[in-house]
């Protein structure tokens, strides 16, 4: 299974700021929990599956499916990471 990690995302709220230079710059706000996407269902994720209505990464070719979770440790649940595996040099 492919992921990609998303993590927390920002969305514009429609209002902007200034800078120094007279530029204007939208006003973000984050987007509660922590976002992944994959290539396959997640088993057992189902309760945090989402159906975004302007999805921000997809994958080409294949389905993608949307995750939101409250942080990354209950990401990691579902999805440890691997340990690294070192090569021993003699």
């Known amino acids: ?3 990609q990690i998303l993590g927390e995302l ?8 200034t800078d120094q230079e007279g530029f ?15 290539t396959e269902a997640i088993e057992g994720a189902d309760e945090y599956r989402v159906s975004p209505t302007v999805p921000r990464v997809v994958y080409a070719g294949v389905e993608t499916f949307f995750y939101c979770f409250p942080d ?3 990401f990691r649940t579902f999805m440890p990471i ?4 070192v090569d021993e040099q003699l």
């Open 1 to 3: 299974m492919n992921y």
């Open 10 to 17: 920002q969305s514009p709220t429609g209002e902007f700021t």
């Open 24 to 38: 204007e710059i939208p006003i973000m706000e984050t987007i509660e929990g922590f976002h992944v996407n994959t």
């Open 72 to 74: 990354e440790a209950t």
């Open 82 to 85: 691997e340990e690294e595996i």
